[in-house]
């Protein structure tokens, strides 16, 4: 007997018994117990925050009753779960299966929303009384508002070196990058030793961390008594190293960013006569462009955090400015506020990459 | 004297041969066919003659002139030979008018407004005037590949290669963009064109060439290898063919 005719021939199909929907009664009493634990932790927590700050209660009390209300208008979802799930077995006991699990499914959602905006509420409930416990000994290490005042115009201005590193490196790097990237992929027999040499620049420049490369040009250069360059400032030789160390990284980038044009842009370039630079410059680079600017972004983004590294050699930054603060203070809020500097000119750029990104989806997209 | 003279031409990737001998030659205002399986080497053939791909034994010549191998004028030979891909291969990042106009802009030295006015004087002559300003990727397929040949025609070639050019088109936009060939044909453009077109083949072509498997089987004119074929493989690559509902 063949398999097809086995297959014929198996018994006649019997319907299965559905299944009834998961019981999200449970589901739903936890988010309900969810939320009201939530509201007591917040009364709870502003307790404790008003113990410790004496005086504050007006604020504190407002603070509380905010967070307890935001909390609390979850109440509404989650009581809306219980009754979805009792109407789910209602609909089920009825054989109304499509109700049943529709019914079902409005609860789950419901109750994973309330969830969700309690586990928020929870997270900062606890650093909330994290910064407060101990009589306040976490808020004044970090957030000691005397602290702050007194160095925040200080480290403000030298966080510009921070950023005028930033700036010229990151056009420095454009510039090496590019050269480097174009250098890896050098055509032919005639180009294969500018290949390797860019090839074990770049492994190298990866390899090796960016503070040693700056601790090694800032402290080696003026020992090696080069000429010109050892004349130069600490700030230039963090940009130097910067450039040496993201011009690799970036180098990458591009070459992906130039690999990724279909071979067929270049084909139809060269066929209509255009020499090799031109399809470059024409048809390759301005299409790379595009593609390379969200993952550029995002190695800027590493590099001007990592103009913080150059505080080894000594360059007055705004990390070494605060440290300066913080040991004659014996506190590190002077170095929060370095902090809040670097997550102040972040978020609009990480923002920005996200935007970039989901456009070229779109573009992708609709090709 | 033949314009494109195909000799012995052999072409590897790696250890694989692709081409194993083909010998073709196109008259000056002649049509020329290749038809054959995927994979035949049709495409490879077409880009070996316009220098995209280095040959690894043979000669081409063209209008005379030696075509392959070093110390080839690539540029010179591009200018006498324009391609027309499959996939149209638009620039998207430029306007229609743009692309037609780059190739006389950066290689003929031509000045922007003069090739963008010629430019949209040959966009008229196929219909597509109105498209001049828009970007590729707002045209159809067989909008794209109108833009295609006129690129292509732009730097003023005596020849063109045209590498299944209507294989990417949904059915109803095939018709629009033969319209263009068999216009270039009777105005005596000499053309080397692989297709799956069968009857458009046999309509425009004055030589079809039949490859398989890197070798020029059979060629004769077109109401031979259609009408009757000598070899059992051209034979049953037809035969395929009138299967699918092609010919
Ligand atoms: N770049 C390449 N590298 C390796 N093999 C290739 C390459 N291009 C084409 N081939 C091979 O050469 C053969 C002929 O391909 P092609 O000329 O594209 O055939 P056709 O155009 O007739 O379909 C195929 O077997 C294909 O796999
Ligand atoms: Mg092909």
Redesign the pocket.
């Known amino acids: 007997m063949t398999v097809g005719s086995d297959l014929l021939t198996a018994g006649p199909a019997r319907p299965k018994a559905a299944a009834p929907p998961r019981n999200a009664l449970p589901l739903a009493g936890t988010a309900v117990a969810a939320v009201l634990a939530a509201v007591a932790l917040t009364a709870v927590t502003a307790l404790s925050v008003m113990d410790a700050v004496p005086g504050a209660g007006v604020a504190v009390t407002a603070g509380a009753v905010i967070v307890a209300a935001a909390v609390l208008t979850q109440l509404r979802p989650a009581l809306r779960a219980v009754r979805s799930s009792r109407k789910a077995a209602e609909a089920w006991a009825q054989d109304r299966r499509a109700d049943a699990r529709r019914a079902v499914s409005e609860a789950r959602e419901d109750a994973w929303t309330a969830l969700g905006w309690c586990l928020t509420a929870l997270v900062v409930l606890g650093a909330v009384w994290f910064l407060f416990a101990n009589d306040r000994a976490v808020q004044r290490t970090f957030f000691d508002r005397d602290v702050i005042g007194i160095s925040i115009s200080e480290i403000a201005s030298a966080f510009g070196t921070n950023l005028f590193i930033a700036v010229v490196a990151q056009v420095l790097i454009l510039v090496w990058g590019l050269a480097l990237a174009l250098a890896r992929m050098a055509p032919g027999r005639a180009g294969r030793p500018l290949r390797l040499l860019a090839t074990s620049y770049i492994d190298g420049f990866r390899a090796v961390p960016a503070i040693i490369i700056i601790y090694l040009i800032g402290f080696g250069l003026p020992l090696a008594k080069v000429p010109f360059l050892s004349s130069l400032s600490p700030v230039w030789f963090a940009i130097l190293a910067l450039t040496l160390t993201y011009g690799a990284y970036v180098a990458e980038v591009f070459r992906a960013g130039i690999e990724s044009i279909a071979p067929g842009q270049s084909a139809a370039a060269r066929s209509l006569g255009l020499s090799q630079s031109s399809t470059l410059r024409h048809v390759v680079l301005p299409q790379a462009t595009r593609r390379v600017v969200p993952p550029l972004l995002n190695d800027f983004i590493s590099l001007q955090k990592d103009t913080a590294l150059v505080n080894v050699i000594g360059t007055i930054d705004a990390f070494n400015q605060s440290k300066i603060f913080a040991s004659n203070h014996f506190n590190l809020s002077s170095v929060t506020v370095v902090a809040a500097l670097f997550i102040l000119i972040t978020i609009p750029q990480a923002r920005l990459v996200d935007r970039l990104v989901a456009r070229e989806q779109r573009r992708g997209k609709g090709a | 004297m033949p314009f494109i003279e195909i000799d012995g031409v052999h072409k590897s990737?790696g250890d694989?041969p692709?081409l194993k001998g083909i010998d073709l030659n196109v008259e000056q205002h002649q049509v020329v066919t290749l038809i054959?399986a995927?994979?035949?080497?049709?495409?490879?053939?077409l880009r070996c003659i316009n220098g995209l791909e280095d040959i690894s034994g043979g000669q081409i010549r063209v209008d005379g002139e030696v075509a392959s191998g070093r110390g080839t004028d690539v540029d010179r030979l591009r200018r006498d030979v324009g391609m027309v891909f499959q996939h149209f291969n638009l620039f998207p990042h430029m306007s229609v008018v743009r692309n037609v106009a780059l190739a006389p802009m950066r290689v003929g030295g031509v000045p922007r407004a003069v090739a963008e006015e010629q430019a949209r004087v040959l966009l008229e002559r196929v219909g597509l005037a109105d498209k001049a300003d828009r970007m590729p990727d707002q045209l159809s397929g067989g909008q794209q590949q109108r833009v295609a040949i006129v690129r292509a025609l732009a730097t003023g070639p005596r020849a063109l290669l045209l590498d299944e050019i209507t294989s990417a088109l949904d059915p109803e936009l095939v018709a629009e963009v033969l319209a263009i060939v068999r216009e270039l044909a009777e105005g005596g453009m000499t053309m080397l064109l692989?297709t799956h077109e069968m009857g458009f083949a046999r309509e425009v072509s004055n030589k079809v060439c039949f490859?398989h498997q890197g070798v020029l089987l059979e060629e004769g004119p077109p109401e031979q290898i259609f009408g009757e074929p000598q070899q059992e493989r051209t034979r049953a690559f037809l035969r395929r063919i009138v299967e699918a509902g092609r010919l």
């Open positions: 990737y694989t692709v054959g995927s994979g035949s080497g049709k495409s490879t053939l692989a490859l």
